[in-house]
Structure formats: structure tokens, C-alpha cells
């Protein structure tokens, strides 16, 4: 299956490059000053090459017959013949990553097929014109056919002549022997990424940033742990799948790529589309079977019978746990992940909970969720996190010390007008130093010097060494939490306000009349 | 309890010195002076057995008052408003325990009042009976009374997780009993195991809001408890590893806990070593399966099994249990029990000190008696309503177990009088004896007599013993401190005066339907000077005077029922109220009290329960008035005809006070033949 994928990327080598090209011209610049600067980034590319290649190769010289039949039996459209596989198989014996005037040869004689065919097309619809006429729908489909032909053609021939531009193209082919396989922009410009910080001068930060990337990491499981609200990833599904490194094909988008606004991504290369017709467009360039009218009218068919070769994201974050770099790299699955991940992970939570306005995300799908469930979290620790479900707060006490479950604040008030004979007096002080107590809880808050007041007022009623000290904290690694790309506690600390506004009906300062009050 | 007499003797020789001298005079007098506190605390020190005595000590002197006041460590107050509260706690100033078990409503601010006054030194609190406090009040006490080890909020139904967060402020607490708080969640019992790390012994018997995640991260937090009450919780083998992980835990109780099944019990690997008494009665769903895997999971120090109402005891599951090398105490209560397990129990090479067997169906005179011949060292054996053993079982017992101090044997119809002779001969160690329901004469009774230890003795229903028989044990059993003659139609009062004058120590004697008692009887009755309880329903003879007997003389008097003793009237009320100030229980019904009877009786300030039912003198303004009067009230039981006749706004009232009205609309029934209490011999046979 391996070769088949190998084949589908080595069949327009020159031309899908180029073609995509033209897609994001700005990024493709970027990497080409890039890669005048430096020599570097080429090596990993070619390593990535050297990886794929061999196997490619090794496939070609041994099972090349094979490798006919099942391309014979995928493309099941008239469209290919038997020619076309011969075709291919001139291609790939072709398969120099140099402009090649036979493979422009080849590509304009497939042209020429092409545009033959259609016109076969066409004088079919109008030999049988009249019986057709009475089904509309009909009519429509195979006009969307032929526009869908036209289109292709038109966009082959354009990338067949952009091969034959001198400069830029030219050079990249030629420093890039493996590019023509790897026909994969995303790859490239994600790699160029990476490397970007070491031509800073900073050698020594991929280490470093996985040293840290270890603790944020950590910090983000963690707070997934207690939060679910951070959504046990679909990138974490994979966790347990340990595939061999090398056994997979490893795609890594660059980020304006991840953050566009897309829906439909490219299966093989993970390029993402606002428009699933200029998906199709794109997988053209992938293939021949993706120029047939099956193809472009539904897409993906055929692929999802076909054996593919297992692909997975890298993130393009340097350092990220995900990102291809890192010593222990977990790879993404699909591209959604990486899109999630990416937006969890290294970006703004700009999207606020309308209901809280505390919840912050990044992922407008992770705000849905959450606004389905906001107001219902009724499981709250201490600290200010809050759950959906019992199991998770009882989870999470038990592996800290010194957070205890927070009482809702109706109950408390729900007892505290309890029987009549209670004199109101007792009942506002002693609220006033439930409320101290539970602000005790907090490890560093916005309002930590009202903390501290509380604590001194408390005096002796407080034991210092209580598990309510800020010094706990530290002790469960919450401490230095600035270092995290992205603040574990973000959210707590925020509900930890929300859970003061709550409950404190009274003002703090009330926790210190209450002890001289007490004394009458 | 003699040093206090003198005491007070004293004390009145004083009061007369006063009224005569001077005022320089009294001082030159008071000798007590002269004895230095270290002497007076030494004479306290040996004031505990009555409550009296140390009243009647501080009574002495201003001197004596002092001492006693710095000297008391435990305090059972009265009431529980703050001004009485306030004034007895700067009395004391010394108290280390303060139990409210007397005051069923306890507010915030008298919580307040003990913390402000108690602060650290108060290490103890009984709150059992109390309600209408709230965490407000308990986090006041937590903060304030940093030292407190012991809390006991049993029956705190109202009490919310709120009030549980507060008892976690209590740092130090060891030990806390929150039985029956059916409010506190998972939540409460959360901050608890947060707050209170140094707990020893939690019981949350009945909190049925608390289920696996409360109790498993009260066993990951609380690394320290030994002892632990989690029955009829609705735990379920989620939190079985990691309570048997803690590493002090001595004994654990998981009565009625359905949730817990042979299939959570096998698949426990853990076990947990330290573990002295396991407690599965009711487990329903337990059955001889998982209980084979017991061993596993109750090291080999296990002391006490209870597996009461649970499974069949074949001897295939006496044989499972044969790997419990400590093993002292078995309670097999309410089992379906074979021969062959009783015979497999007898071959365990442990010797037992404890077994029960009570409505254990299919206990024979075979398998019993091949237990007991095993078992000698048995010290108590409970063979309640074990129908079917005869004198051949008690012959065996008495024969191999002659250490026995406790035996019950309740409803053991078949057992024929002979057997009981041999009792008294063998066992003349029992402490312990209830006879109820037996065939036993005045022949075996005088043979027990002969058990000079013997503190209980329960012979209700025994329909074959007289006067000649009772009055055998008050001659030889001195130490006797409960009697038990329900229904024993032929006592009489010589009877009674035997025993009243054979044992000082009587506490407690039912006398219920022994038709021809009198006031003999309570006159002589009233030399136990320690009567706390004492039980004369349906004797007819009894009137005013002999109650006021036993209410002068016997000032403990705690619980008094004369229900059906109709000559009793306002007269007899009179000395209650100004003699038995520590009445808690009264029944009332069918006697000749009136209103102005009732309205004196609730004078009593600590009188809880009331029951007044088919009093004809009782009108509804002598009711409220009395209900309104009588404080402490927490439980009356009164007549349905009355609800309508007494005001709403004093049952609502009476509702917030903490008083509970039962209503009952019962019909006077026809007394009815002795004789058909007992069980029909055709009714054992099957």
C-alpha cells in the first residue's frame, strides 16, 4: 500500500510542486529566501526525503508489475486506460528531479489525450441529445463533468508550463532532489518553521524548549486531568497507538496553514480548503485518479477503499511534545487534531464563555461544549476548578494536598437561615469567617495582599502550617507556573474570583470583626 | 457516695453554726480551711459513681466550692440556653469534655458560648442529641477549640455539608461520629477527610448521602483510622482497596452496605493486616462465595466476625474461616446454620470467646453440642430463639463451658426445667442471664441463685416462677442491678421486698402486668437507692403513695413507666416534680393525672418523652399548658382526638422548640389471658 501512495505522489511530480506553488505564493517565497540563507534546513529536508525514497525505489525495481494491477484496478473510470499506466510507468522510470523534457513531453501527449476524450465527451451528449433532454439533472451532471475536465485540463496546463519558468522553480528543484516525492508544500514550509529559531543563533533552544515543553506538557494534561473542559483531545486518543517511527508518513502544516478558517483538507497532504471544490481541484494534483469525473463529483471515494499509507501531524510549535523535533514526538492523527491541538495548545483563548465570562478557549467547538454544560458544573474544588462530574473533583483532591471540596454557596446559605431562635448577629459573622476561611484557599490571587491581611487577622485561630497556605502550592508544582505556554491554572485563577464574587456576600473584612465579636 | 453523706451532714451542722454566730465566728469555724487542695481534689477524685455526690461536695463551702469547680472536667448541662450556659461554663473553668445529651436544642450562639468560653482546653463534644445548630456554629467551636479530639454529631439530621466543611476546620479531631446525618454528601465527608488527617475513628452509620467518593478519599486522606462505621452506606467495592490499604485500621463495619457483593470481595487482593473486627452483617449480597475469600482479605489478626443475616453457614463456610488464627468472636445472628458448619466451627482449632447465635434457624442439640464440647473457653453465647435445642444442648454447655459470663437463651421452649438447675450448678460465673420466655420454676431459679455474680437477670414471660423462687436470688444475689419479671403473673410483693432488700444495686426492674403488686412493693422498692428505671405498667394496686416512695428515694430516677396503674393521680405528679428532677421518660396513659397533675409534672426541666394517652382528666388547655411549660420535651405521644383541640400555633410552636407529637388513636383493649404470650409448642414444631 506503501508503493500505491508512493506512485499517487510520483505521478505529477513537477507539476503538483508547481501547482501548489501557486497556491500560496507569499509562503512559498519565504521559504525560498530561506533557503538562499542557509544550507541547513536542507539537510533535514533531505533526511526526510532519504527516508521516504528508499523504500519508494525499492518498490519500483521489484514489484513494479504489482504495482500495475492494483493502479489498473483502482482507476476503474474509462477515463484511464492502459495507456496512462504505461504512461506513469515511463514517469517513475523518468524520475528525475530535474526539468525533464520528456516528462513535459508526456504531460502535454496526456494532455492532448485528455482534451480528446472530452471532446469524445461532448459528441456523445450531442449524438444523444434528445433522449437525454427529458431529465434535467441529467443534463446537469455531465455539463459539471465537463466543466470539471475543462478546469483540469486547463490547470495542468498551467503547471506543465510553469515547469518550464527558469529561476526560482528551477533552483528549488535542483537543491531539493526529494521534493518531487514528497510533492508536499506543508512538509516544507513546516520544516522551515522549525528550524527558524536555530537561525537565530539559538542552538541550544530546541533543547531547551523541550526541557520546558516536558513541563507544559505536563501542565496541560494535567489541567486536562482536572478540567474537562480541556477535552481529553482527539490527539490523545493516539497516545496509546505507538506506532515505530519510520512506519508512517509524518506531514507537518505550517501555521498560517492550521489556523486558516478551512473545512476541507487534503487527505494526503493535509492542505486545508474553505471550499470543497477547490479541494478537488487540488487533489488533481495529487493524481489522475483524482481528475475523474467520479473523483471531483464525490471525493475521497475511492480513497477510503484503497490501502493508504498511515499518515500522521507533526505540530510546527518548536519544541511541542507534538512537534517532529521532540525527543519523545507523539504524532497527531488527522489534521483536526492538529488543528486542535494547535489552537489549545500555542494559541489566545479568544473565545469567552458568554454565561461565566470566565471560560476562555481557543477552540470555538470546545466553547460549544462548554456552554452546554456552564452553570451545571456543580462540582468545585477549593482552588476554584470546577467539574462536570463528581468522579473528577474526588480524582483530584485525592492527588492534591490541601484542596478540599467547595460547599455551594446556596446550601451554605440555604442552612444559614435556618431556625428562628438564631440570633442574626452570630449568623453574619460567622459567614463573614466561612467566607475568610474559603479565601484562604487561594494560591496566588489577584488579591493576595487581602490574603494575607486575613491571615494576620486570623492570628492564632489559623494554624500557619494549615493546607491552606500558598506554600502548598508549590509543593503540588503550581508554583512558577508563568513558564507554561500556556498557564495551567489560567482558569482557576479566573473562577477563583468568580468563586469570591460568589460566595462573599459579605466583606472580607467582616472575617476579622467576627473574632472580637465573638468575644460579647 | 458514704463521703458525701458525711459531707452534707456537715454542711447542715454548718448552716446551724450560721444561723446562731457571728460572722467572725463562721470564719474561725470553717476548718475545711485547713486542708490543702491537694487533699480536697484527692477526695474528688473518688466522687464518680453518683452525680449527686459532687453536688452535695461543692455545697460544703466556698472553699470546697472552688476546688470542685477547677476539678470538673466533664459537664452534662440541663439546658442549653446561653445565659444558663454562660453562667455554668465560668463556673467551670476547667472543662475537658461537654456533654449536651440532655439538651435537645442547642443553637449557634450556645455553641459560640462554649467555644468563647472553652477555647483550647476543650477537647470533647457530645452533640448527639442536640439539633437546631448549624456549621456556623460548629465552625465557631472548630476554631476556637483548637484542641478538640472528639465530636459527636449523631443524629444532626439537618446538618448540610456546609456544617460538615466547618467540623474540618477541627485539626486535631481523632474521633467523630456523624451517624444519621443524612444530609452530608460526599462533599462534606470530602472536606472532612481534608481538614481532620489525624481522624482515628470516623462512623457514618446511615449518612446515606455518602457513597464511594467520600469514603475512598476519606481513606486516602485519613492514613491514621483505626476505626471506621460505613453501614448502610451506599459503597460499592470502588473504595474497598483503598480502605483496606490503611494501614492502622482495626476494626470496620459494613453492616448493610448492598452495594458490596461476593464479586467486589474476591477481586480485593489487598488485604489488610491490621484488621481486628470485621463487621458484614446484612450484606445481602454477599453469599458463601465471596466470604471464602475472607481469609484474604482479614489478615490473620482478625479477633471478631460478624456475619450476621448473611449467609448460611454450611460447613463448607465454616471450613473457609478455619484460616483466622485470632479469631475470638463470631456473631452468626440470624443465619440458616447447619449441623455439619456447627460441627465444621467446632473443629477450628481456635478456641472462641464469644459466639452468638441468635434466630439462627436450624440449630439442633447435635450441632450445638458438638461446638461447645470444642469451644471451652467460651465466655458468652447467645442461642436467642433457638427453638429447637432441648436439655440435651444446655447439659453440653454448662458441661464443657463452665466460664461462661453471659448467656442468652430467650424463647428456648423445648429446654425443659431441669436444664436450668444445671445452669446454676455449673456456670457460676454468669453475669449475664435472660431466661425471657423459658419453662424455668422456682427449682431452677434457686439454682441460679447460686450465680453470685449475676448483674441481669431477665425472666420475662416465665409463667412457672413465684414469690418462693424470686426471693431465693434477692437472697444470694447482691450484685444484681437488672431485673427483668415482665409479665411474671405470680410475683407478689414479698417477692419484691426480697429483692429490694437482697440488692442495693438494683438499677432497673420491669414489674410490668405482675397484677398484684402493690405499694408495698414501691416502698420497699425504694431502698435502691440507684433505681434509674423502672417499669410498672399494668399493675392495678399501685397508687399515689407508693410512687412517691420510689420518686423521694430514688433520685436518679431517669425513665418511669406506670401506663395502666389507674389509681395513680395528681398526688403522685406532686412528688415526681419536686423530687425526681432527673425524670427524662414518663408514661402516663390510663392513670387518673389531671391537668393540674400534668402542669406540676412539667416542672421536671429535663423531661423529654411524654406519653399521655386515655387520661380522662386532661382537658386541651391542661395539655398546652403543660407542653408549654415543659421545655426539654422532645417526644409526646398524645391522642388524635386532640390535635383539633389544641391550638396551631402551639403545635407549630412546639415543632420549632424540637418537639415531636406522635398522634395515636388506639381503642382500650381487653387485658388478655397470660397465657398467650407464650408460644404454642405446635407453633415451634415443623
Aim: aromatic share 6%; proline share 4%; with cysteine.
Amino acid at each position: 500500500m506503501e508503493l500505491r501512495e508512493g506512485l499517487c505522489a510520483g505521478q505529477w511530480p513537477n507539476s503538483s510542486s508547481k501547482e501548489l506553488s501557486s497556491d500560496p505564493p507569499s509562503s512559498y517565497s519565504e521559504f525560498n529566501s530561506h533557503q538562499g540563507q542557509q544550507k541547513w534546513p536542507n539537510s533535514s529536508i533531505l533526511d526526510y526525503g532519504v527516508r521516504i525514497e528508499p523504500s519508494f525505489r525499492g518498490f519500483d525495481q521489484s514489484s513494479e508489475v504489482h504495482a500495475v494491477i492494483p493502479l489498473d484496478l483502482s482507476n476503474k473510470s474509462k477515463v484511464l486506460g492502459p495507456e496512462d499506466v504505461h504512461m506513469q510507468d515511463t514517469e517513475e522510470a523518468n524520475n528525475i528531479p530535474d526539468w525533464d523534457p520528456s516528462a513535459m513531453l508526456n504531460n502535454l501527449s496526456f494532455l492532448e489525450q485528455k482534451i480528446h476524450q472530452l471532446q469524445n465527451l461532448v459528441q456523445l451528449i450531442a449524438g444523444g441529445g434528445g433522449q437525454v433532454l427529458g431529465r434535467p439533472t441529467e443534463v446537469a451532471q455531465q455539463h459539471q463533468l465537463i466543466t470539471a475536465d475543462l478546469t483540469s485540463i486547463i490547470a495542468q496546463l498551467i503547471s506543465t508550463a510553469g515547469s518550464l519558468l527558469p529561476s526560482a522553480q528551477n533552483t528549488f528543484t535542483t537543491d531539493l532532489p526529494s521534493m518531487g516525492q514528497l510533492a508536499q508544500p506543508g512538509e516544507v514550509l513546516g520544516v522551515s518553521a522549525g528550524v527558524q529559531p536555530q537561525n537565530n543563533g539559538r542552538s541550544k533552544i530546541s533543547e531547551e524548549s523541550n526541557q520546558i515543553d516536558k513541563n507544559a506538557n505536563h501542565g496541560v494534561e494535567h489541567n486536562n486531568h482536572m478540567d474537562e473542559h480541556d477535552f481529553k483531545d482527539e490527539e490523545d486518543a493516539d497516545d496509546g497507538e505507538n506506532l515505530p517511527p519510520g512506519t508512517y508518513e509524518i506531514l507537518q502544516l505550517e501555521k498560517e496553514e492550521i489556523l486558516a478558517p478551512h473545512t476541507h483538507f487534503c487527505a494526503i497532504c493535509g492542505k486545508g480548503f474553505k471550499r470543497d471544490a477547490n479541494l478537488r481541484m487540488h487533489m488533481r494534483g495529487h493524481g489522475d485518479e483524482y481528475k475523474t469525473p467520479a473523483a471531483l463529483a464525490k471525493p475521497h471515494k475511492e480513497l477510503g477503499s484503497e490501502p493508504v499509507v498511515i499518515k500522521r501531524y507533526s505540530c510546527p510549535y518548536a519544541g511541542c511534545k507534538r512537534n517532529k523535533d521532540h525527543k519523545k514526538f507523539q504524532p497527531l492523527k488527522t489534521i483536526l487534531c492538529v488543528k486542535n491541538h494547535y489552537k489549545r495548545t500555542h494559541c489566545d483563548k479568544s473565545y469567552t464563555c458568554s454565561r461565566c465570562n470566565i471560560k476562555k478557549f481557543s477552540v470555538i467547538a470546545d466553547l460549544k461544549t462548554h456552554e452546554k454544560h456552564c452553570g451545571k458544573d456543580k462540582w468545585l474544588c477549593s482552588c476554584g476548578t470546577t467539574f462536570s462530574r463528581k468522579d473528577k473533583l474526588f480524582g483530584h483532591i485525592a492527588l492534591f494536598q490541601g484542596h478540599t471540596p467547595a460547599i455551594p454557596i446556596d446550601e451554605t446559605r440555604g442552612n444559614g437561615g435556618g431556625p428562628a431562635d438564631h440570633s442574626t448577629g452570630i449568623e453574619v459573622i460567622n459567614k463573614g469567617s466561612v467566607n475568610s476561611v474559603t479565601f484562604n484557599f487561594g494560591p496566588s490571587t489577584p488579591g493576595e495582599t487581602v490574603v494575607h491581611n486575613i491571615m494576620d487577622e486570623k492570628g492564632n485561630l489559623d494554624d500557619p502550617t494549615a493546607c491552606f497556605s500558598p506554600l502548598n502550592f508549590d509543593t503540588c508544582n503550581f508554583g512558577g507556573f508563568h513558564e507554561f505556554p500556556r498557564p495551567p491554572f489560567e482558569d482557576s485563577e479566573s473562577s477563583f474570583s468568580f468563586l469570591l464574587s460568589g460566595s462573599c456576600s459579605y466583606p472580607p473584612k467582616i472575617g476579622a470583626e467576627s473574632s472580637s465579636n465573638n468575644n460579647l | 457516695m458514704e463521703e458525701s453523706m458525711e459531707l452534707r451532714a456537715m454542711k447542715k451542722k454548718k448552716k446551724k453554726n450560721t444561723t446562731t454566730t457571728t460572722t467572725t465566728e463562721e470564719s474561725l469555724t470553717n476548718f475545711f480551711d485547713f486542708l490543702s487542695e491537694e487533699l480536697v481534689v484527692l477526695i474528688l477524685d473518688f466522687l464518680n459513681e453518683n452525680p449527686f455526690d459532687r453536688k452535695s461536695f461543692s455545697l460544703v463551702c466556698k472553699y470546697f466550692y472552688s476546688v470542685e469547680a477547677k476539678h470538673r472536667k466533664t459537664l452534662k448541662p440541663l439546658r442549653s440556653n446561653s445565659k444558663h450556659l454562660g453562667s455554668v461554663l465560668t463556673r467551670y473553668p476547667n472543662l475537658t469534655r461537654i456533654d449536651l445529651t440532655l439538651c435537645p436544642r442547642v443553637a449557634d450562639n450556645s455553641l459560640a458560648e462554649i467555644s468563647n468560653a472553652c477555647k483550647a482546653n476543650l477537647r470533647s463534644i457530645d452533640l448527639s442529641r442536640s439539633r437546631f445548630f448549624s456549621g456556623t456554629g460548629l465552625l465557631n467551636l472548630a476554631l476556637s477549640c483548637e484542641n478538640l479530639v472528639e465530636i459527636d454529631l449523631s443524629n444532626a439530621t439537618e446538618l448540610m455539608d456546609s456544617g460538615a466543611a466547618a467540623v474540618a476546620q477541627a485539626k486535631n479531631l481523632e474521633r467523630l461520629w456523624l451517624a444519621r446525618c443524612k444530609m452530608i454528601t460526599d462533599l462534606g465527608v470530602g472536606c472532612i477527610a481534608v481538614g481532620c488527617r489525624k481522624l482515628k475513628l470516623i462512623s457514618l452509620k446511615w449518612c446515606v448521602g455518602v457513597g464511594d467518593f467520600g469514603v475512598g478519599l476519606m481513606a486516602v486522606k485519613c492514613k491514621e483510622i483505626r476505626s471506621l462505621d460505613l453501614s448502610f452506606l451506599p459503597i460499592t467495592d470502588e473504595c474497598l482497596p483503598s480502605i483496606l490499604r490503611l494501614q492502622y485500621l482495626e476494626d470496620l463495619v459494613l453492616e448493610g452496605c448492598f452495594g458490596i457483593d461476593d464479586s467486589s470481595l474476591e477481586v480485593l487482593k489487598c488485604s489488610c493486616k491490621s484488621l481486628k473486627k470485621l463487621d458484614l452483617s446484612s450484606c445481602q449480597n454477599i453469599t458463601h462465595v465471596g466470604l471464602s475469600s475472607l481469609t484474604n482479605i482479614a489478615g490473620e489478626n482478625l479477633e471478631e466476625l460478624t456475619l450476621s443475616y448473611v449467609s448460611p453457614v454450611t460447613s463448607v463456610l465454616a471450613d473457609s474461616l478455619r484460616g483466622l488464627p485470632m479469631l475470638q468472636t463470631v456473631k452468626l445472628d440470624g443465619c440458616l446454620v447447619t449441623s455439619a458448619g456447627l460441627k465444621a466451627i467446632g473443629d477450628w482449632c481456635v478456641s472462641l470467646r464469644e459466639l452468638s447465635l441468635s434466630k439462627c434457624s436450624g440449630v439442633t442439640d447435635d450441632g450445638l453440642s458438638s461446638l461447645v464440647i470444642k469451644h471451652r473457653d467460651l465466655r458468652k453465647l447467645d442461642i436467642t430463639c433457638c427453638r429447637r435445642i432441648t436439655y440435651v444442648s444446655i447439659a453440653h454447655i454448662t458441661n464443657s463451658c463452665s466460664a461462661l459470663t453471659s448467656l442468652k437463651m430467650e424463647s428456648c421452649a423445648l429446654v425443659s426445667r431441669e436444664a436450668f438447675v444445671l445452669i446454676g450448678q455449673r456456670c457460676r460465673f454468669l453475669e449475664e442471664l435472660d431466661l425471657t420466655d423459658n419453662e424455668i420454676d422456682d427449682e431452677g431459679l434457686k439454682s441460679i441463685s447460686r450465680c453470685s455474680k449475676l448483674s441481669s437477670l431477665k425472666l420475662g414471660i416465665c409463667l412457672d416462677i413465684t414469690d418462693k423462687g424470686v426471693a431465693h436470688v434477692g437472697f444470694s444475689c447482691s450484685k444484681l442491678k437488672e431485673l427483668d419479671l415482665y409479665r411474671c403473673t405470680d410475683i407478689t410483693d414479698s417477692g419484691i421486698s426480697a429483692i429490694a432488700s437482697g440488692c442495693p444495686d438494683l438499677e432497673m426492674i420491669n414489674i410490668a402486668y405482675c397484677k398484684d403488686i402493690s405499694d408495698d412493693s414501691l416502698v420497699s422498692l425504694s431502698k435502691c437507692s440507684r433505681l434509674n428505671t423502672f417499669e410498672g405498667r399494668g399493675c392495678p394496686l399501685i397508687t399515689s403513695s407508693g410512687l412517691a416512695a420510689i420518686a423521694t428515694q430514688c433520685k436518679q430516677l431517669v425513665k418511669l413507666d406506670i401506663k395502666k396503674c389507674f389509681k395513680i393521680d395528681d398526688a403522685g405528679m406532686v412528688s415526681l416534680a419536686y423530687n425526681s428532677q432527673n425524670l427524662r421518660q414518663i408514661n402516663l396513659s390510663y392513670t387518673a393525672v389531671t391537668d393540674a397533675g400534668l402542669v406540676t409534672l412539667a416542672r421536671i426541666s429535663c423531661l423529654q418523652s411524654l406519653t399521655i394517652l386515655h387520661l380522662d382528666g386532661l382537658s386541651p388547655g391542661g395539655i398546652a399548658l403543660a407542653l408549654l411549660a415543659c421545655e426539654g420535651l422532645t417526644k409526646v405521644k398524645l391522642q388524635t382526638s386532640f390535635k383539633s383541640l389544641l391550638p396551631h400555633p402551639l403545635l407549630k410552636h412546639l415543632e420549632g422548640r424540637g418537639c415531636a407529637i406522635q398522634w395515636r388513636d388506639k381503642v382500650l383493649q381487653a387485658e388478655l389471658d397470660p397465657l398467650c404470650w407464650k408460644l404454642k409448642l405446635e407453633d415451634i414444631m415443623y
